[in-house]
């Protein structure tokens, strides 16, 4: 059987912790979590908590351009 002829093309490699704390909105804007939800959230109050649970749009180009660099196909939608 022969083999399948190769276009060219890299595959390249995702970041994977760059995958893992960012994510992509149908709109495409990237999104992240808020950081200090690890442990120690005993004697912090509900409305902390609560605050802590939502997310931030990341609106720096340069971290923007970065993050896209490191996850290429976090963004494409299949």
Do not use: C, W
């Not at 912090?44 to 180009?61: C, Q």
């Amino acid at each position: 059987m022969p083999r399948k002829q190769s276009s060219g093309k890299y595959k390249l490699k995702t970041h994977k912790a760059t995958s893992k704390r960012f994510r992509t909105t149908g709109t495409g804007k990237i999104v992240r979590t808020k950081i200090g939800k690890g442990h120690l959230r005993r004697n912090t109050s509900k409305r902390t908590k609560y605050l802590l649970a939502e997310t931030i749009t990341v609106n720096s180009n340069g971290l923007v351009k970065h993050i896209k660099r490191l996850a290429p196909y976090m963004s494409k939608k299949d």
